[in-house]
């Protein structure tokens, strides 16, 4: 596609339960992050993905964050057991390389209930 | 832990009047990024500034790096209803973890007509 692409663009969720959220990052971008940004927040680094390289997840806030992507290409974000201060936007960007200009997509907005 | 302090948070002018954002932070970046993000969408980058004493204009947008690397302040000539959005700064780390970007809250900037 043209740009980075997120889905869903709305989650609304109950506490407790676990989500999904997915990133098809530009193609031929090696680089892939996930940043979190919350009301009155900047954005916060989660997770780091480069190529083959293990991923940078110093970001990420609890155990019950994950993330994985799949043959350097889409990735996804896991939260499980959901919690109330997990509602934000959750912003994926890709990169051509490190250093690049990095490209974001629209975001998952997710709400906890 | 590197923190970039935004100034101001909200601002709301009249089309044509001038304005200055600025980026504190105490600790030296390798570079600092400016975005402008819409509401439902994802930051979009509108300049990078490398060197100490930098400054770079974009149309009426004019970016200064300050010597040290450590500040920055995004100036906007003649606002434009247009010109309207969240503007983030962003650090780009120096050393190991040179893919991170260290996010300020942002400005909230309201032209109106």
């Known amino acids: 596609g043209a740009g980075v692409s997120q889905s869903p663009s709305n989650k609304v969720t109950e506490k407790g339960k676990d989500v999904e959220l997915r990133c098809d990052p530009i193609?031929?971008?090696?680089?892939l992050y996930w940043y979190r940004q919350s009301l009155g927040q900047g954005l916060e680094f989660l997770i780091y993905?480069?190529?083959?390289?293990?991923?940078?997840k110093s970001g990420l806030p609890s155990d019950r964050f994950s993330a994985e992507r799949t043959g350097g290409s889409v990735s996804t974000l896991t939260i499980q057991r959901t919690q109330q201060e997990d509602s934000a936007v959750y912003l994926c960007?890709?990169?051509?390389?490190?250093?690049?200009?990095?490209?974001f997509g629209q975001g998952t907005r997710l709400t906890v209930v | 832990t590197q923190l970039l302090e935004q100034s101001p948070q909200f601002l709301s002018i009249q089309e044509g009047e001038n304005l200055t954002v600025y980026c504190n932070s105490s600790?030296?970046?390798?570079?600092l990024q400016w975005y402008r993000q819409e509401p439902g969408e994802g930051p979009v980058l509108l300049v990078t500034?490398?060197?100490?004493?930098e400054v770079k204009k974009l149309k009426r947008l004019t970016f200064q790096f300050g010597d040290a690397r450590k500040d920055s302040s995004l100036h906007i000539t003649a606002a434009q209803p247009g010109d309207t959005g969240l503007y983030l700064c962003?650090?780009?780390?120096?050393?190991?973890?040179?893919?991170?970007?260290?996010f300020g809250k942002g400005t909230l900037l309201t032209v109106n007509p």
């Open positions: 600790s030296v970046f390798s570079s």
């Open positions: 960007a890709s990169s051509w390389a490190v250093n690049t200009e990095a490209f």
């Open positions: 193609s031929g971008h090696t680089a």
């Open positions: 962003a650090g780009l780390n120096s050393g190991g973890s040179n893919y991170k970007l260290t």
């Open positions: 993905f480069q190529g083959n390289s293990a991923p940078d």
């Open positions: 500034v490398v060197t100490g004493g």
